[in-house]
């Protein structure tokens, strides 16, 4: 009897259906490969941020490159840098230096490397100012210094005043008003003689600018480089200044270029006579001769009012233009300043002496030398 109330007590137990552990566990297995498979989608997509955030980083390296490489192309033409004014703070002086170009000059193998550039519209440092001093300098793209060293050379650089005529001992032709000019030796003008003289040139609103400029490159093969023209000048016309006009006397007249005479290596050439229109004070005389030159002087009535000397000692090594021989070239040309007076009805001359033998002369692509020049930059404050 009690197995069978035992048998009896089984049979009313309801048994549950049993719980597959399989079943708990392959959701286990689906959540831990969901686990992973997030991580590891997690880590290649921070990864991947990774590279685009470097890929983006070398973008923009490489754009930043370009603009600057681009802006070293573009920025000569027409960028100002501004620098410490030296004169007149007193009249909210500045100075500025503005890049033009940019000029790639052939190699020597191409025309003795040599080249004319000319810029109609060149940029103006101001308008309505009094322009105090400039200088010409020249430079590769990069700003780097491009002298006679590096086998570059500022043949002549000439910034002209398109509204203004010229005074010049040249009757033949009008010509525009040449303002500043500058060879090789990148002599200053400074019509305030170091801040002491209350004179300048006026820049008026109606002016414009041209450049002329030849280049020369001695090395193989052609270079890039800019043409800076520093200007210091008052933003107005203050009543204690004085106006300067500028005059060209060539020792060529009409013709800048003069052929040194055959089998002479010491000689001297003269301008012809020029009568000035104008009567006024000569305060500040600049003057350009080429390698071989000793002195250029100024002479009123044939007497000397002004003797600039050139001096030697930049040293170029460079193959082709001089064939690989050092050489001394002009580094200045001294500049004379209030000279005296000049009157209607003078005779005003340049004479340009030339000594090859003391100094070897630019040669051309056969050896002989180039023609001469021999130019006085005169500046009158007209009475």
Same mark, same amino acid.
């Given at each position: 009897?009690?197995?069978?109330?035992?048998?009896?007590?089984?049979?009313?137990?309801?048994?549950?259906?049993?719980?597959?552990?399989?079943?708990?566990?392959?959701?286990?297995?689906?959540?831990?490969?969901?686990?992973?498979?997030?991580?590891?989608?997690?880590?290649?997509?921070?990864? $991947?941020?990774?590279?685009?955030?470097?890929?983006?980083?070398?973008?923009?390296?490489?754009?930043?490159?370009?603009?600057?490489?681009?802006?070293? $192309?573009?920025?000569?033409?027409?960028?100002?840098?501004?620098?410490?004014?030296?004169?007149?703070?007193?009249?909210?002086?500045?100075?500025?230096?503005?890049?033009?170009?940019?000029?790639?000059?052939?190699?020597?193998?191409?025309?003795?490397?040599?080249?004319?550039?000319?810029?109609?519209?060149?940029?103006?440092?101001?308008?309505?100012?009094?322009?105090?001093?400039?200088?010409?300098?020249?430079?590769?793209?990069?700003?780097?210094?491009?002298?006679?060293?590096?086998?570059? $050379?500022?043949?002549?650089?000439?910034?002209?005043?398109?509204?203004?005529? *010229?005074?010049?001992?040249?009757?033949? *032709?009008?010509?525009?008003?040449?303002?500043?000019?500058?060879?090789?030796?990148?002599?200053?003008?400074?019509?305030?003689?170091?801040?002491?003289?209350?004179?300048?040139?006026?820049?008026?609103?109606?002016?414009?600018?041209?450049?002329?400029?030849?280049?020369?490159?001695?090395?193989?093969?052609?270079?890039?480089? *800019?043409?800076?023209?520093?200007?210091?000048?008052?933003?107005?016309?203050?009543?204690?200044?004085?106006? *300067?006009?500028?005059?060209?006397?060539?020792?060529?007249?009409?013709?800048?270029?003069?052929?040194?005479?055959?089998?002479?290596?010491?000689?001297?050439?003269?301008?012809?006579? $020029?009568?000035?229109?104008?009567?006024?004070?000569?305060?500040?005389?600049?003057?350009?001769?080429?390698?071989?030159?000793?002195?250029?002087?100024?002479?009123?009535?044939?007497?000397?009012?002004?003797?600039?000397?050139?001096?030697?000692?930049?040293?170029?090594?460079?193959?082709?233009?001089?064939?690989?021989?050092?050489?001394?070239?002009?580094?200045?040309?001294?500049?004379?300043?209030?000279?005296?007076?000049?009157?209607?009805?003078?005779?005003?001359?340049?004479?340009?002496?030339?000594?090859?033998?003391?100094?070897?002369?630019?040669?051309?692509?056969?050896?002989?030398?180039?023609?001469?020049?021999?130019?006085?930059?005169?500046?009158?404050?007209?009475?």
């Amino acid at each position: 009897m009690a197995a069978n109330d035992t048998h009896s007590e089984l049979e009313d137990v309801d048994i549950a259906e049993p719980v597959l552990a399989s079943d708990d566990n392959s959701e286990a297995v689906i959540d831990a490969e969901q686990l992973r498979r997030h991580t590891a989608s997690s880590k290649a997509a921070r990864r $991947w941020k990774y590279v685009r955030l470097f890929l983006g980083a070398i973008s923009l390296l490489v754009l930043v490159g370009i603009f600057v490489r681009l802006s070293m $192309w573009t920025r000569p033409f027409d960028f100002i840098s501004h620098k410490q004014p030296q004169f007149f703070p007193e009249y909210q002086s500045q100075r500025v230096q503005i890049r033009y170009g940019p000029f790639t000059v052939p190699g020597n193998d191409h025309n003795n490397g040599m080249r004319d550039f000319e810029i109609p519209d060149a940029k103006a440092p101001c308008q309505n100012c009094m322009i105090v001093w400039m200088q010409a300098d020249l430079e590769f793209l990069e700003d780097e210094h491009a002298g006679g060293e590096e086998g570059m $050379w500022l043949h002549h650089t000439v910034l002209h005043n398109e509204a203004n005529g *010229a005074l010049h001992n040249c009757d033949k *032709a009008k010509r525009r008003q040449r303002f500043f000019a500058s060879g090789n030796e990148r002599s200053f003008v400074d019509l305030s003689v170091n801040g002491t003289e209350k004179i300048g040139y006026w820049f008026g609103s109606g002016d414009t600018i041209s450049m002329d400029t030849e280049l020369m490159n001695a090395n193989e093969g052609e270079k890039t480089v *800019a043409v800076t023209i520093t200007y210091e000048y008052i933003p107005y016309l203050p009543e204690e200044f004085s106006t *300067a006009t500028p005059l060209w006397l060539d020792i060529g007249g009409c013709h800048s270029e003069i052929p040194v005479p055959s089998k002479n290596n010491k000689f001297e050439l003269v301008s012809p006579a $020029w009568t000035p229109p104008i009567s006024g004070r000569v305060v500040t005389v600049v003057s350009h001769l080429h390698d071989g030159g000793v002195n250029l002087r100024l002479q009123k009535d044939g007497q000397d009012v002004c003797v600039s000397e050139a001096e030697y000692g930049s040293v170029s090594r460079s193959e082709g233009h001089h064939y690989g021989k050092e050489k001394s070239h002009i580094t200045r040309m001294f500049e004379c300043y209030d000279v005296g007076n000049m009157s209607v009805g003078e005779e005003w001359t340049v004479k340009a002496r030339y000594d090859l033998d003391k100094h070897e002369p630019m040669l051309n692509g056969y050896g002989e030398p180039e023609p001469v020049m021999g130019i006085a930059m005169v500046y009158v404050v007209e009475d």
